[in-house]
């Protein structure tokens, strides 16, 4: 491209131009070189195939299968459509968006049309998460209130202290069970707050991904405390006499924090990365090659 600048005016059998090829097959690397161009990127913004489809409408589309594919998830797929569709958006000229093709369609209409069975499957997607979490978190919130309540060594029958209230074992025990607590709490309300949203097809763009981030992330936090209050419990009822016990006790406290790290952190950092990382397009340019 850089050889041959003019080869961007090429257009294949269908009539299409290397961006708005770029644009229909999703191919971000292509698109970002319109950022690479000059004055000469402004014929994008007003320029139509055959059948008065502009930019904007050919984002619209539904992406590729292959492309899809790419992605897990039917809930990240329709939100990178929503990212292609909102980076189009603010490229091309403000009235694009109510102009009409040779269908009578505006490209929110083609959007909708298209994405419309994606939409559906990133709500069920969503909500059997959500539903699988919800039941967690309210099994956790469950034992550990318990366990606030029944403190391990049980209470002083005169004053009505709990026996162990000045041992560092007791200490750790009621922090990590208190941050239990209240983080399985917030992780409910959250896939709650999910189960009940209206889902529209915006909302994943970073309404639902951002319930979903939390929720997983509090949730990690609480099974994490519950462990370690548990382990704390262990300590207090079976190592005060023999220090070794440590030793057994922390292997077991960090094999289920490592297998929740190693079989749901790639959701969340999938999530975190899909919503607030620094995407696949690339606006800043320092150069030109046409």
């Known amino acids: 491209m850089w050889r041959f600048p003019d080869a961007i005016w090429s257009t ?20 970002n070189l319109l950022y690479e161009m000059s004055e000469h990127k402004n014929i994008y913004k007003t320029i139509t195939d055959s059948s008065g489809n502009n930019l904007l409408h050919l984002a619209a589309r539904l992406a590729p299968a292959n492309k899809l594919n790419l992605i897990s998830g039917a809930a990240l797929q329709i939100q990178r459509e929503l990212q292609w569709f909102k980076e189009v958006d603010r490229f091309v000229c403000p009235l694009n968006l109510l102009q009409k093709n040779s269908d009578d369609e505006t490209p929110q209409m083609v959007f909708t049309r298209e994405h ?29 209130f318990a366990a606030a309540i029944t403190v391990p060594g049980g209470n002083n029958q005169e004053s009505g202290m709990p026996v162990f209230t000045n041992d560092i074992a007791f ?7 208190a941050i239990s607590l209240f983080t399985a709490v917030t992780s409910l309300l959250m896939f709650l707050s999910i189960l009940t949203t209206r889902f529209a097809e915006h909302d994943f763009l970073f309404k639902l991904p951002r319930k979903l981030i939390i929720g997983l992330t509090m949730l990690f936090l609480s099974t994490t405390a519950m462990i370690i209050a548990f382990g704390a ?8 006499s023999n220090l070794l016990m440590l030793i057994p006790i922390g292997a077991l406290t960090c094999l289920p924090i490592t297998s929740f790290v190693t079989l749901q952190c ?5 999530l975190i990365s ?8 690339v606006r800043e340019k320092y150069g030109y090659f046409y």
């Open 266 to 270: 790639p959701l969340i950092v999938e």
């Open 116 to 144: 419309k069975d994606l939409v559906i499957e990133g709500e069920s997607w969503i909500k059997k998460t959500a539903e699988s979490y919800t039941i967690t978190a309210a099994l956790i919130i469950t034992i550990v």
């Open 233 to 240: 419990t262990l300590f207090l009822v079976f190592g005060k």
């Open 274 to 281: 899909a919503t607030y990382g620094g995407g696949i397009f």
């Open 12 to 31: 294949n059998e269908d009539g299409h131009n290397f961006i708005q090829y770029s644009v229909i097959n999703r191919s971000e690397k292509i698109y």
């Open 171 to 177: 200490t750790v025990f009621a922090i990590s069970d």
